[in-house]
């Protein structure tokens, strides 16, 4: 998008499915639905109180095998990445405010900062 002039994501992701004598939108929030998708579905994270005083990191890698990404909030990034290992998962998990951490029947309750472990 940003090679064909876009600023923000535009009404087409590949501009061959425009519509004849129609011109597609540059400026277009429908685009971003993945996005939103892989930060609150994939990735998990959404807040529990206003204004991201405490998250929710509930993440649902299915088949993958290694996930990773960043979720901004007001409060700074929340950073998670996965790799599944022989015998479970390998988390790192960095969020801003303290944290309910779900996965696969573990459950932890995080402060604020950078946690790693393994979920068996």
Do not use: Y
């Not at 998990?44 to 929710?56: M, S």
């Not at 990191?57 to 996965?82: A, F």
Request: glycine share 10%; aromatic share 6%; charged share 20%.
């Amino acid at each position: 998008m940003m090679a064909k002039g876009a600023t923000i994501t535009m009404e087409f992701w590949d501009l061959t499915l425009e519509e004849p004598g129609r011109v597609p939108d540059m400026n277009h929030a429908w685009s971003t639905a993945p996005l939103n998708m892989i930060s609150r579905w994939v990735l998990g994270v959404t807040p529990l109180k206003p204004g991201f005083a405490e998250i929710a990191v509930r993440p649902h890698p299915g088949p993958m095998k290694r996930l990773s990404g960043t979720v901004p909030t007001i409060r700074g990034g929340v950073k998670l990445e996965m790799e599944r290992q022989a015998d479970g998962w390998r988390v790192s998990l960095e969020t801003p405010a303290p944290t309910a951490f779900e996965f696969a029947g573990h459950r932890q309750r995080l402060d604020a900062g950078r946690h790693t472990m393994s979920i068996r």
